[in-house]
């Protein structure tokens, strides 16, 4: 079997990971790396990047044995819903505060699906919802306002 790299779905993962991984540890340059122990700004960036990278490659090689193509066509719907989506999330976070934009990001973005469903999109929601205030707000702390003008933390 010949390989066909232009239709190839995991050696291009591989090189986006590759590339994003390599990026990264260029922004991360002129940041003091630090230690294990004494991190400096630019420990995580780097690191991130060499593991991006690390993985790239697997998924790269995984690409050129396989050899399994792409499936499928561009989602227009996706691609126009999916940056409103975020764009919503960013406006109704400084307007509105953290869970209503949440509320109003998890059912626009699973609007560009084609396989909508109210009842799991609404339990998605709850329970996204209820996640990330676990993490975002109690578990790391972050000080975004959870519904503008009426509770805060």
Known sequence: MKFDWRNNRDFFAGLL???TGAVGMWFAKDYPFGSALRMGPGYFPSVLGGLMIAFGIAVLMMGV???EKI???WSFRAMIVLPLAAVLFGILMEEAGFIPALAALIPAAAASGREFKWLEVVLL???LVILSLCIFIWG???PYQLIKGVWGY
């Open 125 to 127: 929601t709850i329970g």
């Open 71 to 73: 499936k499928g066509n």
């Open 65 to 67: 044995k396989n050899n």
């Open 17 to 19: 990971y590759i590339l």
């Open 140 to 142: 790391l702390g972050l």
